[in-house]
Structures are given as structure tokens and as C-alpha cells.
């Protein structure tokens, strides 16, 4: 039976930049340091040089078409398909063995009859007009008008099941829109709607936009952009569980998570469960304050910190991280 399963620690470790522009063929870019150089495969552009490629960091950016990250980006990108699959065509191409962890679980019964396909979250093929930026719901949650247009959210009075709530647009990780979230402005349920058939299990709010190697982790999409105000990467469960195609998404987009859930006990103990799964495969923690105060992400601010810095600036400590490191 073909392994499905996708080892991204192992594939960003195995595999180099020069590897994958080797397999495609790209071997006319200049070279000055661990600096590769030239015209970008991806949107035939007529740049010269608008794809830099960072040998020692391995990781690319083009100027031009603005897509940047790692090997796994690269071939999501000029294949057209997810990250997953992109690992495992990174896999094949490389011989990478990729055995799939052991799970304790009680042992099911063999399914029967016709396999079914897995889920999907299929891109819109529309967008929403006439969105307020500016509406005072959003300015009592702390957003920002130049926030609110970046994520596209705002307060939508056309027609449809969003009427009258403020409208948050949910792309997946190649940055297609997949589904609105409408969050009501008074007290009426739901508190937010989504589309019939959408699956936000298979997505992390707000992770198409990120491209540094550490990310902070929080619940809601309110969180995700006021960490993102204060000027740091962030994503969101849009909930307090982590499903497995989330956990494999942050893996193989991220080195480092600081994982800050809201401060109540749901939060706190879906935090410590994050931490227990994601430290297996990367560098995680959080700040030891946050679990003795229970104070909520959303009143932090992040002025002035970077990357690991970011948990040393509030007495943090690491609480798991992979084997190895």
C-alpha cells in the first residue's frame, strides 16, 4: 500500500533549494555568495532577477509574483497542488523514507465496500463587494481600518446568509478563498456562521500570509489579527481543537509555534494538548505566565520582540521540542 504520510521536518532537512530547481530544470541563475538569482519559473515573468534564492537559509522570494517559503512552497507553488503533496512528490522524486508515526489507539474494525474521498474545502468563485472596513464593530474589537482591508474583513449589507455581519474572508495555504465567516455584531446566534460543507479543520486562518519560520498559534480570528497588528505572524484554529491536517499544515510551514489559546480552561488544556503533538515535530512553547495568570491572548501586545525573543520577553520557557534539536 502507497505511504501517504508526509514527514515535512524530514523532507525541509533532506532536501535543498538546489535540488528542486535541479529537477525542474532551472540552472541558468546567476550565483554571488549563497545567493542564487534570476528569472522566476513561476509567473514567467520578464525579470531578470526577481527570484532570489538563499542557499544557506534555504528558502526563496520572488519580487515579482510575491510568492516566498521553503522547498515545499516551491513545488506547491509550480505544481499547483497543497503542501502536502507537494512533501510527497518530494519524497518520490528524492527517495525520502517517511514512516508514519505509532498511535495508541483501539483497533478498528477494516472498513467495507467503496473508499470514501477525503474532504476538501473547493476555492470560490466569487468574492464579496461592498465590505466596510471602517464599521464600529470592528473598531471596538481594536482593528484597525489599514488591518481590516490587509484580511479583507468588514461589515457586509448585501444579499445572502452574511447580511448584516461582519465578514471574514478564509483562504487556504496556496491563498485561494475557500469560505466567509460572518460574525454577528449584536447579540444574535449564531455568533459566527459558515457555509454549509465547509471543513475548517482543514485550514489555518491567516497561514497563506505568514513566511517567517516562527508563528504564534491562537484561537480566534480576532486574535489572529490583533497578534498580526503588533506586528508578528500569526494563525488561527478558528476554535480550540487542532485537527491532524492543521497540525501537518504548521509543520510544514513553520520551524518554531509559541502556542497562546485563550486563558479558560477549554483553552488551557486544548494549549497543553497542542504542545504535547506539535513539540514531536518542532520547536514549541509558551510563556509560564500565561498558564498561572490565564490571562487571554488578546491582551497581549507584542512591541518590539522577534521570533524567540517574543517567549524570553515574558519569562517564557520551552515546553517540548523534537528529538535531536
Known amino acids: ?5 508526509v514527514d515535512f521536518k524530514t523532507v525541509r532537512a533532506a532536501v535543498t533549494m538546489e535540488m528542486v530547481l535541479g529537477h525542474y530544470g532551472i ?3 546567476g550565483k554571488k555568495g549563497d545567493e542564487l538569482s534570476g528569472r522566476c519559473p513561476l509567473h514567467e515573468g520578464k525579470g531578470k532577477n526577481t527570484l532570489h534564492v538563499n542557499l544557506t537559509k534555504n528558502v526563496f522570494n520572488c519580487f515579482s509574483c510575491k510568492v516566498r517559503g521553503n522547498v515545499l512552497d516551491f513545488v506547491a507553488a509550480m505544481e499547483k497542488c497543497s503542501l502536502r503533496d507537494a512533501g510527497l512528490k518530494l519524497q518520490e522524486w528524492f527517495a525520502i523514507s517517511s514512516a508514519a508515526p505509532t ?14 474521498s477525503p474532504p476538501v474545502n473547493k476555492p470560490l468563485s466569487f468574492q464579496l463587494a461592498g465590505i466596510d472596513h471602517e464599521h464600529e464593530y470592528l473598531k471596538a474589537r481594536g482593528i484597525t481600518p489599514e488591518t481590516a482591508r490587509t484580511f479583507g474583513v468588514g461589515y457586509f449589507k448585501g444579499k445572502g446568509s452574511m447580511n448584516g455581519r461582519i465578514v471574514i474572508p478564509i483562504h487556504n495555504e496556496r491563498g485561494e478563498l475557500v469560505a466567509y465567516a460572518g460574525r454577528a455584531i449584536d447579540d444574535s446566534e449564531p455568533r459566527y456562521k459558515l457555509p454549509a460543507g465547509f471543513h475548517k479543520s482543514l485550514e489555518l486562518f491567516n497561514l497563506h500570509r505568514v513566511t517567517e519560520p516562527e508563528v504564534i498559534l491562537v484561537e480566534g ?3 489572529c489579527m490583533k497578534v498580526h497588528q503588533a506586528g508578528f505572524a500569526a494563525v488561527a484554529l478558528m476554535g480550540c481543537s487542532l485537527s491532524e491536517a492543521q497540525e501537518q499544515l504548521l509543520a510544514a510551514k513553520c520551524e518554531r509555534v509559541i502556542v497562546m489559546l485563550d486563558g479558560d480552561e477549554p483553552g488551557q488544556e486544548a494549549a497543553a494538548e497542542c504542545l504535547t503533538r506539535l513539540g514531536r515535530r518542532m520547536w514549541a512553547g509558551w510563556p509560564s505566565w500565561f498558564r498561572k495568570t490565564g490571562s487571554g491572548c488578546t491582551h497581549i501586545l507584542f512591541i518590539g520582540w522577534r521570533h524567540s525573543s517574543i517567549l524570553r520577553a515574558f519569562g517564557g520557557r520551552v515546553i517540548a521540542q523534537p528529538t535531536g534539536k
Not at 1 to 5: G, L
Not at 103 to 116: A, I, L, N
Open 1 to 5: 500500500m502507497q505511504n501517504n504520510w
Open 27 to 29: 540552472n541558468g541563475l
Open 103 to 116: 498511535v495508541s489507539t483501539k483497533e478498528k474494525p477494516e472498513s467495507r465496500g467503496v473508499e470514501e
Open 221 to 223: 480570528f480576532f486574535d
